[in-house]
């Protein structure tokens, strides 16, 4: 965090100012405007953390550089389901921008969702079972 300290009329000031990072890309899917919007969900939320309208194929949203990772989902708010996803996609932890092109038909995000469910069965199956077997 960047912190700037001054004296204003003999009275110390100082202001916070947060760290942003900005993402920004294409959605060649997002074929008509005002139907479309790109999502972040973290990867440790359930739900999304933003959403915004991609317009003329292009998105761009600035979120905390608090080293969170992210998935950006394409979503038709029309027909209110996702189109597709991409990343993980991490915001850093300092101020920058990064590009990141949702590409439809990406198998890398299948592999990403695939392998979260495996994680998912994997604990399921390591815990224990109690049973009402008692005296």
Same mark, same amino acid.
């Given at each position: 965090m960047l912190v700037v300290s001054g004296v204003v009329s003999g009275v110390v /000031?100082? *202001? *916070?100012v947060a760290q942003l990072v900005t993402f920004s890309g294409s959605a060649k899917a =997002? +074929? @008509?405007n005002g139907r479309y919007s790109a999502c972040f969900r973290d $990867? +440790?939320?359930?739900s999304a953390v933003a959403c915004v309208p991609v317009r003329d194929k292009k998105? /761009? *949203? /600035? *979120?905390p550089a608090d080293g969170a990772k992210y998935l950006i989902e394409l979503q038709d708010m029309k027909e209110k389901k996702i189109i597709c996803t991409e990343g993980? $996609? @991490?915001s850093g932890n300092k101020t920058s921008a990064k590009v990141v092109n949702i590409e439809c038909g990406s198998k890398a $995000? =299948?592999?990403w969702i695939l392998l979260g469910a495996v994680g998912v =069965?994997?604990?399921s199956i390591t815990q224990p079972v109690s049973g009402g077997g008692g005296n």
């Open positions: /000031s100082t *202001l *916070l =997002a +074929n @008509e $990867v +440790n939320q359930p998105y /761009s *949203l /600035s *979120l993980p $996609v @991490e $995000v =299948a592999w =069965a994997t604990i």
